[in-house]
């Protein structure tokens, strides 16, 4: 779908990003809203992958910037694609720290963070090359919840699934089986 | 524990102890205790604490809302050079596209209008709203606007006949028209028959950087848009407007829609709703600006400011 949606209706790579990013961060305060957050401050951990999700992950970190949160972006392996430059440095400059480092001791992220943005991994699989493997394998420990961005519905087994896809067009979303969904208001996400 | 900065630099490690007894930032001087995260004795989000995460601290900021410092508490409108810095030192400092901001301006205007005119108060059968696209990016905004209107339940037509060669704009024409939203071939004649047709019309012609005489065929289209009585919602600045001082015999919206920040134009802005949009400033070019901006509300793109 992704492929149709570049290229027949010619939405830009950047602009499909941006949309999913920030519908994402939409779905997270929904989810998680400031006032429910159980730390003092509100923290989030996202954790983005080399790839495209891990684009997306950035995205929605600064919008979550934005929305009155801190996130903290750990971003280990980074593309060295200009789009994926430029979002990285749009969150520099919106002063999101980088980690430079994941502890293996889960205690200390469970400690720092409200929840975790898990943007590792996308469509390419379930098991990605170091380092992302061993970051899945610390997320898994993790006592904070975790949300997942995107395709990796296969290893979801939490509370609250939302769906970002208010932007694709209806004759796309019956081509590919996606049942109308009825989008509250001008919101971007919906529960499922 | 082994030395935690033999295994981390300022990492974590050191940090969670120190948490914990209270500690120093060896580069600022600045010290922190439990709750280190917190700033120290000022408001939340005036400082950033946590510069063990960057192997140093980070340095303070007004992070959230208007500037924490002394200054206009007021809004401020900006003059058009201003504003034209103000859209270069987005694409060039902090590596913004015109794709991604084109996007949530346009996302903003239609959230706007969504919000103050529902398609449940428009009087003709469908929500039906024409969308006047000007050959620049203020009528990118328009398309991107157009396209999210669809998606909100209404029935825009688009009006785009100077139409931009660049890719970004193609790409926008593609997406509106795989969307089925008609795109017209000819501008409505009489101000009576788009009166008749559509419940609201979007004004997406010219933008901040508007200067001299108004070409054609926009000075028609214009002259014909002052004699609409249905509503109109400009995005930015009211088309024919001098960007600072207005146009007093010009088109008179209802609605103005004003991207980044207020330009002077807006102080001659009588219609009954004035929305702020285009929610991606980061905190420190609205600093470095002084813009002052009203807080959004929760994770709206759009702050109604009358």
Redesign the interface.
Same mark, same amino acid.
């Given at each position: 779908m992704e492929k149709e949606l570049l290229e027949? &209706?010619?939405?830009?790579r950047?602009?499909l990003i941006?949309?999913w990013g920030?519908a994402c961060?939409?779905a997270v305060?929904k989810a998680f809203p400031l006032p429910s957050l159980p730390r003092? @401050?509100p #923290?989030l951990l996202v954790a983005c992958g080399p790839a495209q999700n891990g684009a997306i992950g950035l995205v929605c970190a600064r919008h979550l910037r934005?929305?009155?949160y801190?996130p903290?972006i750990f971003y280990p392996k980074r593309s060295p694609e200009p789009l994926h430059?430029?979002f990285t #440095? @749009?969150c520099e400059?919106?002063?999101i720290?980088?980690?430079? &480092?994941l502890?293996t001791?889960v205690q200390?992220i469970d400690?720092?963070y409200n929840a975790v943005v898990d943007a590792v991994l996308g469509a390419e699989g379930s098991e990605g090359p170091e380092p992302c493997a061993a970051i899945l394998g610390t997320l898994r420990l993790l006592r904070i919840p975790i949300v997942s961005l995107d395709e990796v519905t296969r290893r979801f087994q939490g509370r609250r699934h939302f769906l970002a896809g208010?932007?694709v067009?209806?004759?796309l979303q019956r081509k590919f089986g996606i049942g109308p969904r009825h &989008?509250p208001?001008?919101d971007c996400v919906v529960a499922l | 524990m082994p030395g935690p900065r033999a295994l981390l630099g300022l990492g974590l490690l050191a940090a969670a102890a120190a948490a914990r007894a209270g500690g120093r930032c060896p580069e600022r001087g600045w010290s922190w205790g439990r709750g280190w995260n917190r700033s120290w004795g000022r408001e939340r989000g005036w400082n950033r604490s946590r510069g063990w995460e960057r192997g140093r601290c980070l340095p303070r900021r007004a992070m959230h809302g208007p500037s924490a410092g002394p200054g206009p508490a007021g809004l401020r409108f900006l003059g058009q050079e201003e504003a034209q810095a103000i859209d270069q030192e987005l694409f060039t400092e902090y590596k913004f596209s015109v794709d991604q901001l084109m996007e949530l301006a346009g996302l903003s205007c239609a959230t706007a209008i969504a919000k103050a005119y529902p398609p449940s108060s428009f009087t003709t059968s469908q929500p039906a709203v024409l969308v006047v696209c000007g050959p620049g990016n203020n009528g990118g905004d328009g398309l991107v606007c157009a396209r999210h209107l669809k998606m909100f339940g209404y029935q825009p037509t688009v009006y785009y006949p100077k139409r931009s060669s660049k890719p970004l704009f193609e790409g926008l024409t593609t997406q509106c028209k795989k969307m089925d939203i008609p795109f017209l071939p000819e501008f409505p004649t009489e101000a009576a028959f788009i009166d008749e047709l559509y419940g609201l019309v979007v004004d997406a012609i010219f933008g901040f950087s508007f200067t001299g005489a108004v070409r054609e065929p926009f000075g028609s289209i214009l002259s014909t848009l002052e004699r609409v009585t249905v509503p109109i919602a400009s995005i930015d600045i009211p088309s024919g407007w001098d960007v600072e001082k207005g146009k007093a015999d010009g088109l008179q919206p209802d609605m103005l829609i004003s991207l980044t920040a207020p330009k002077k134009a807006a102080m001659h802005f009588t219609g009954r709703y004035h929305f702020l949009g285009g929610r991606f400033v980061p905190p420190a070019l609205q600093e470095k600006y002084a813009l002052n901006l009203p807080a959004y509300p929760g994770t709206d793109c759009v702050l109604q400011l009358t």
């Open positions: 027949d &209706y010619r939405f830009g950047q602009q941006e949309i920030h961060a939409v305060t003092r @401050q #923290t934005s929305f009155g801190e903290t430059r430029d #440095t @749009q400059k919106m002063d720290p980088f980690l430079s &480092y502890p001791e200390l400690d720092a208010r932007f067009p209806e004759e &989008y208001g001008s | -």
